[in-house]
């Protein structure tokens, strides 16, 4: 897959993707897409939120038990919330990664900026 030069000159690399611009995407499908990426905005924020607040607010209840001989409301506060934080992003990225290629990059090769036909022999 070649990508065309720009106007300019340049190219590309044939790795790019750019998803669709705003005007080609209808706007049934960018209202869903901002729907799904709110709902997914929420649901991280909540499991932030209980992290945060939750967590640590029973973090000393949590010492009945230990991890690696250290008292679990500890271990939870100082490391494990941290852990949690990066399962978040990690999860979040992963999520709208596929978002955005369900809905703005669910367009025919023709619609993209891509040349698809075969790079020609030197």
Same mark, same amino acid.
């Given at each position: 897959m070649r990508? &065309? $030069?720009?106007p300019a000159g340049?190219?590309?690399?044939?790795?790019? &993707?750019r998803?669709?611009?705003?005007?080609?995407? $209808?706007a049934? &499908?960018?209202?869903?897409?901002w729907?799904? #990426? $709110?709902? /997914? %905005?929420l649901?991280?924020?909540?499991? /932030?939120?209980?992290l %945060?607040f939750?967590v640590i607010?029973?973090a &000393?209840d949590? @010492?009945?038990w230990?991890f690696?001989? #250290?008292?679990?409301?500890y271990w /939870?506060?100082a490391?494990?919330?941290?852990g949690?934080?990066?399962l978040?992003? #990690?999860?979040?990225c992963? #999520?709208?990664?596929r978002?955005?290629a369900?809905f703005? @990059?669910?367009? %025919?090769?023709?619609?993209? @900026?891509v @040349? %698809? $036909?075969?790079a020609?022999?030197d």
């Amino acid at each position: 897959m070649r990508v &065309r $030069s720009s106007p300019a000159g340049g190219s590309e690399g044939a790795e790019s &993707r750019r998803p669709a611009p705003a005007a080609e995407v $209808s706007a049934d &499908r960018q209202r869903r897409f901002w729907r799904w #990426v $709110s709902l /997914w %905005t929420l649901l991280g924020i909540a499991a /932030w939120a209980f992290l %945060t607040f939750v967590v640590i607010w029973f973090a &000393r209840d949590l @010492d009945r038990w230990t991890f690696a001989r #250290v008292p679990a409301g500890y271990w /939870w506060a100082a490391q494990g919330a941290i852990g949690g934080f990066l399962l978040i992003i #990690v999860g979040y990225c992963l #999520v709208m990664e596929r978002l955005e290629a369900r809905f703005l @990059d669910a367009q %025919t090769p023709q619609d993209r @900026d891509v @040349d %698809t $036909s075969p790079a020609p022999h030197d």
